[in-house]
Nanobody
Framework: QVQLVESGGGLVQAGGSLRLSCAASGRTFGRYVLGWFRQAPGKEREFVGSINWNSDSAYVDSVKGRFTISRDNAKNTIYLQMNSLKLEDTAVYYC??????????????WGRGTQVTVSS
């Protein structure tokens, strides 16, 4: 019901900022919980943050105060604003969607990811 495409990744200096975008197809974007995940080399995929249909957001402790998720329903797009980037933020970042009419606790749809590399 929805297709997701991430963009905005790249190389950034430690302490710098980067904004990722996730563009979604479909006519029912507003009913999805949208999540950001990341996977670093040699590590398991981890949850970064999420935003629901009411724009309530949640974050993993390691990014609180540095990352902000927002959504623009008119553009069918969510964003991950990343500030004060650290070396350990280096990972492939994925966006995912959970349909609240199916199961809002499970992410049924995934993008292909975008690489974020933080250098010293």
């Amino acid at each position: 019901q929805v297709q997701l495409v991430e963009s905005g990744g790249g190389l950034v200096q430690a302490g710098g900022s980067l904004r990722l975008s996730c563009a979604a197809s479909g006519r029912t974007f507003g009913r999805y919980v949208l999540g950001w995940f990341r996977q670093a080399p040699g590590k398991e995929r981890e949850f970064v943050g999420s935003i629901n249909w009411n724009s309530d957001s949640a974050y993993v402790d390691s990014v609180k105060g540095r990352f902000t998720i927002s959504r623009d329903n008119a553009k069918n797009t969510i964003y991950l604003q990343m500030n004060s980037l650290k070396l350990e933020d280096t990972a492939v970042y994925y966006c995912a969607a959970a349909d609240r009419l199916v199961d809002s606790t499970r992410y049924q749809y995934w993008g292909r990811g975008t690489q974020v590399t933080v250098s010293s």
